[in-house]
């Protein structure tokens, strides 16, 4: 069956790490345009991390230099490492496979969304 599984979220403290990760079945994830968005209670779901087939990475805005994407072909897996976690992060982590980027108002959107996984939660609270 075609799926995509997110793991690796947890209740953290602000300033630990956490390292997410979406494992796909029955596709293959670099043949396609590969997103983590983020969704809190009452917000938009906001695209804060894309990487395409080459391996580029892209970031939104308010997460350069926290957040880094990759992508291990051999796994077809792909990661999401985010540092320094603020109380702000806290969200449901959702990846995505799609195609037709786009980036508005600081963030990344698609034109088609082909497959969602189910999201993990992230929490970061004191």
């Known amino acids: 069956q075609v799926q995509l599984v997110e793991s690796g979220g947890g209740v953290v403290q602000p300033g630990e790490s956490l390292r997410l990760a979406c494992t796909a079945s029955g596709f293959t994830l670099s043949e396609y345009i590969i997103g983590w968005f983020r969704q809190a209670p009452g917000k938009e779901r906001e695209g804060v991390s894309v990487?395409?087939?080459?391996?580029?990475?892209y970031y939104a805005d308010s997460v350069i230099g926290r957040y880094t994407i990759t992508r291990d072909n051999g796994e077809n897996t792909v990661y999401l490492q985010i540092e320094n976690l603020k109380p702000e992060d806290t969200a449901v982590y959702f990846c995505?496979?799609?195609?037709?980027?786009?980036?508005?108002?600081?963030?990344?959107?698609?034109?088609?969304?082909?497959?969602w996984g189910q999201g993990t939660q992230v929490t970061v609270s004191s």
């Open positions: 990487i395409v087939g080459s391996g580029t990475p």
């Open positions: 995505t496979a799609g195609q037709g980027l786009a980036k508005v108002n600081g963030y990344y959107y698609f034109d088609t969304y082909d497959y």
